[in-house]
T-cell receptor
Framework: AQSVAQPEDQVNVAEGNPLTVKCTYSVSGNPYLFWYVQYPNRGLQFLLKYITGDNLVKGSYGFEAEFNKSQTSFHLKKPSALVSDSALYFC????????????FGTGTKLQVIP | GAVVSQHPSWVICKSGTSVKIECRSLDFQATTMFWYRQFPKQSLMLMATSNEGSKATYEQGVEKDKFLINHASLTLSTLTVTSAHPEDSSFYICSGGSWDTQYFGPGTRLTVL
């Protein structure tokens, strides 16, 4: 079985400060990991994914995430938060082998305070 | 990026009636489409995977006779909630593409009275 945990329901950060949205996972074997963002009344939008290779993955809108195998984590980061980054963020995982569905976390609401 | 639309964006219906939700890929052909259900403050729960021209694959615990999925063309998949009840009230989201590259629709809010 595979699972994803996003331990924080909400993260508040001041505009201009660095932000981190946490994600840990559990999967048998090598994982594929994803981050999506959901704005109000909009569909989920892809931010970035880790498949293989460099542990630091860079994605859309200045976001990046680091795959840490020993800690089974894939935290989302951005050096300087914008008010427009305020949204709901979902981490997702799937087993890399074979036909496996993607499992989503419960989401973290990011609030960037002006 | 690729665009997926859903119609309607919200619907209110009476208990016992059926509701159809459409999911369209506007600028790409979606051989595979996914249907999710999202409860407030909860994760997206995969309901079923549909491949164009074949029967949908339902996740464990999802009633296939209640949630009818049709994927008759490469750009359209429909989800019909039959004999809807208040407990079916939820946010339904579709996506097209592959497991690793999903393009999501904006979702449909269903309220069953």
């Amino acid at each position: 079985a595979q699972s994803v945990a996003q331990p924080e329901d909400q993260v508040n950060v001041a505009e201009g400060n660095p932000l981190t949205v946490k994600c840990t996972y559990s999967v048998s074997g090598n994982p594929y990991l994803f981050w999506y963002v959901q704005y109000p009344n909009r569909g989920l939008q892809f931010l970035l994914k880790y498949i293989t290779g460099d542990n630091l993955v860079k994605g859309s809108y200045g976001f990046e995430a680091e795959f840490n195998k020993s800690q089974t984590s894939f935290h989302l980061k951005k050096p300087s938060a914008l008010v427009s980054d305020s949204a709901l963020y979902f981490c997702a995982v799937r087993f890399s082998g074979g036909y496996q569905k993607v499992t989503f976390g419960t989401g973290t609401k990011l609030q960037v305070i002006p | 990026g690729a665009v997926v639309s859903q119609h309607p964006s919200w619907v209110i219906c009476k208990s016992g009636t059926s509701v159809k939700i459409e999911c369209r890929s506007l600028d790409f052909q979606a051989t595979t489409m996914f249907w999710y259900r999202q409860f407030p403050k909860q994760s997206l729960m995969l309901m079923a995977t549909s491949n164009e021209g074949s029967k949908a694959t339902y996740e464990q615990g999802v009633e296939k006779d209640k949630f009818l999925i049709n994927h008759a063309s490469l750009t359209l998949s429909t989800l019909t909630v039959t004999s809807a009840h208040p407990e079916d009230s939820s946010f339904y989201i579709c996506s097209g593409g592959s497991w690793d590259t999903q393009y999501f629709g904006p979702g449909t809010r269903l309220t069953v009275l």
